[in-house]
């Protein structure tokens, strides 16, 4: 069973590290990679979960865990630096709860519905690979935040 959670625990740990790199780096440098790296990889990753051999298995598991866990170790400092601080508990509150019940909501909808109508059981990856440019569009459209003081 503790083989099933070594992708959990990368992903744990790889949270706060990507935060900490963060503050070094800059905030968009690291999204970038992992909105990009989603957008490259998720068939590929989609495919190895879906092989029978358990190595290649925990290896897409590993790469998902890797891209996932950099971006959500930057978004919550990045979302906190993008409103001014009147606004920033509503704004951040409705903008993150909206688009999760919204997208996160739908998301098991949508992917059986791929999966019905292709009939291709790795179709999810490029909804997956649609949010990861959406995702992209609106990185590349931020400021750096990390090295300006909050006001």
Known sequence: MIRWQIAGIVFLLLIPAAGALSDRVGRKPLLIVSALGTLLLAWPLFWMMHHPHFAIILSGQMGFAVLIGLFLGVCPATMVE??????????????????????????????????????????????????????????????????????
């Open 82 to 151: 993008v409103f001014p601080a009147r606004v920033r508990c509503s704004a951040l509150s409705v903008g993150y709860n909206l688009c999760l019940g919204v997208l996160g909501g739908t998301t098991p909808l949508v992917v059986t519905y791929l999966i019905a109508r292709s009939h291709d059981d790795l179709s999810p990856a490029f909804y997956l690979m649609l949010a990861a440019a959406l995702s992209l569009a609106v990185i590349l459209s931020l400021r750096e935040t990390a090295t300006i003081p909050l006001k």
